[in-house]
T-cell receptor, first 113, second 109 residues
Framework: IAGITQAPTSQILAAGRRMTLRCTQD?????MYWYRQDLGLGLRLIHY???????GKGEVPDGYSVSRANTDDFPLTLASAVPSQTSVYFC????????????FGPGTRLTVL | GQNIDQPTEMTATEGAIVQINCTYQ??????LFWYQQHAGEAPTFLSY??LDGLEEKGRFSSFLSRSKGYSYLLLKELQMKDSASYLC??????????WGAGTKLIIKP
């Protein structure tokens, strides 16, 4: 692994289904983030984690949950998907929450029907 | 509320210079970032400004005026590969990034 990876690359999901988006980084970064990107809008922060074992809510957390059991992994779960959660999801990481640069994964394109 | 404004789309000619502006109103300020995002790809970091003035990095420069809530990204000697969206983001008092919607830059030969 080099950098930050996400899986799956894309997914079509029926409304009401549960889905977990995976994110793994090998840079030993303390902070990790989940964003969604929608046409015409800026990236919006869903949840974040400043260090393993802690998580926080971002701007648009409703309908999503996260966990941070270790430094490398930061999965995002949609408990019961709805069409408004159709979006491109980016995971990112940084050395710390106050660092100057966030590194992004390649993204997951999710369609909820 | 917090707000980042930047033009939706700009067009420029290969070899020319283009300036992409960004204005912001945020709760606190811990730096301003510019990212580049090619279509279908992830954003990648371009520049960071926390003090007033110009930061130069090769063909790209970024300027900040904190008193005016204003920044610009200057791209010189434009190349076709510079066709991308350019995202302005401000780190607020909670160390969270607030993002603009991005400026799509179209380069014509």
């Amino acid at each position: 692994i080099a950098g930050i990876t996400q899986a799956p690359t894309s997914q079509i999901l029926a409304a009401g289904r549960r889905m977990t988006l995976r994110c793994t980084q090998d840079m030993r970064h303390n902070a990790m983030y989940w964003y969604r990107q929608d046409l015409g809008l800026g990236l919006r922060l869903i949840h974040y984690s400043n260090t393993a074992g802690t998580t926080g809510k971002g701007e648009v957390p409703d309908g999503y949950s996260v966990s941070r059991a270790n430094t490398d992994d930061f999965p995002l779960t949609l408990a019961s998907a709805v069409p408004s959660q159709t979006s491109v999801y980016f995971c990112a990481s940084s050395d710390s929450e106050a660092t100057t640069e966030q590194f992004f994964g390649p993204g997951t394109r999710l369609t909820v029907l | 509320g917090q707000n980042i404004d930047q033009p939706t789309e700009m067009t420029a000619t290969e070899g020319a210079i283009v300036q992409i502006n960004c204005t912001y109103q945020t709760s606190g300020f811990n730096g301003l970032f510019w990212y580049q995002q090619h279509a279908g790809e992830a954003p990648t970091f371009l520049s960071y400004n926390v003090l007033d003035g110009l930061e130069e990095k090769g063909r790209f420069s970024s300027f900040l005026s904190r008193s005016k809530g204003y920044s610009y990204l200057l791209l010189k000697e434009l190349q076709m590969k510079d066709s991308a969206s350019y995202l302005c983001a401000v780190m607020d008092s909670n160390y969270q990034l607030i993002w603009g919607a991005g400026t799509k830059l179209i380069i014509k030969p």
